[in-house]
């Protein structure tokens, strides 16, 4: 116990409080053999008691200074100090609270028309949210960029490797407009999108469906027409959304969705239809595949190489 004396008056000298409860601690455990647990208040009094007695009693002025030190440094009670802290953290919740109801989050699908007099399709952006557009050709092939310009560049974030075809977008203000215009490798004519922000929608990923047949589509099997880049109503499929005026219909076999209009049926899966020949198709970047084939109660797919058939029921 001499010894642990001296360690703690010599600790304190050095003024260094922290360390004097440390080595206490570290002494007191060395001393038992089994662990004890006290409270937090017991171990401040095990610590006071522990401190040698002084020469001489604490006179008035030195216990004044000492009470005037503790009033300057620490004026808070721990009650309010916790109360302090609920304060802060319910300021810090209000200031990230946004004043209007958050956009909602979607993906779509647009084709871009390269004919002189049309407008130009829109992006919804929003501040604080990331937009990817990821450019395809009309097989559904990625088709890389070469070159972008944004007309409000200090208040669109742009983002891009510098070889793929996914241009990263985020609005830096919460209601901005403008335009973009890109450049694919291969395609003469440049794309314009146009740009906004603060709607009630914005998009995640939009996929940009541009006429034609890119650097990276692989070859087209002989005798199969190019894809019917003009069709919305297969774009529609594409993202799930039946045609307007059309009857679901129930598929068996395999995965997949099925409506009836008319004198077709529009098949939205990610298999590969065999027969009957299809009168228009288009391809996802992430491989779902939307078909426009004759009305048919039986269609040939290919799943993993293997035939299956599909059938189509609720005409």
């Known amino acids: 116990m001499r010894n642990l004396f001296i360690k703690i008056f010599a600790l304190m000298i050095a003024g260094s409080m922290t360390t004097v409860a440390f080595a206490i601690t570290t002494e007191m455990s060395d001393a038992s053999s089994a662990p004890q647990t006290m409270p937090y208040h017991a171990n401040q009094q095990t610590m006071l008691r522990m401190v040698p007695p002084a020469d001489t009693p604490v006179s008035p002025p030195a216990q004044a200074a000492f009470n005037n030190m503790l009033t300057q440094n620490m004026p808070l009670s721990p009650q ?24 909602k989050p979607v993906s779509s699908t647009v084709m871009v028309n390269l004919a002189p007099g049309t407008t130009p399709p ?30 409000s560049p200090k208040s669109v974030a742009m983002q891009w490797d510098g070889k793929s075809n996914i241009l990263l977008l985020q609005s830096l203000l919460s209601y901005t407009d403008g335009n973009i215009v890109v450049r694919l490798v291969g395609l003469p004519m440049p794309i314009t999108l146009e740009l906004v922000s603060g709607q009630r929608v914005v ?7 541009v006429s034609g047949i890119g650097p ?17 109503v297969l774009l529609g499929v ?37 027969s009957p020949g299809w009168v228009g198709k288009m391809t996802s970047p992430d491989g779902m595949q939307a078909y426009e084939l004759p009305k048919t ?10 035939p299956v058939e599909l059938k189509i029921e609720g005409f």
């Open 297 to 306: 109660s039986s269609v040939l797919i290919s799943r993993f190489g293997e």
């Open 80 to 103: 309010q100090i916790v109360r302090l802290h609920q304060q802060v953290d319910l300021a810090q919740r209000a200031a990230s609270t946004p004043p209007t109801v958050p956009p």
């Open 216 to 232: 990276n589509t692989k070859e087209l099997p002989v005798g199969t027409a190019l894809p019917n880049s003009a069709n919305q």
């Open 238 to 274: 594409l993202d799930g959304v039946a045609p307007a005026g059309s009857r679901l219909l129930k598929v068996h076999g395999a995965e997949g969705m099925a409506w009836a209009m008319g004198d077709n049926i529009y098949l939205r899966t990610r298999l590969t239809v065999l």
């Open 203 to 209: 998009d995640y990923r939009v996929d940009i469906h």
């Open 122 to 151: 829109a992006v919804r952006l929003s501040l604080g949210y990331v937009t990817s557009l990821v450019f395809v050709d009309s097989t559904g092939s990625p088709w890389p960029i070469a070159s972008f310009d944004v007309g």
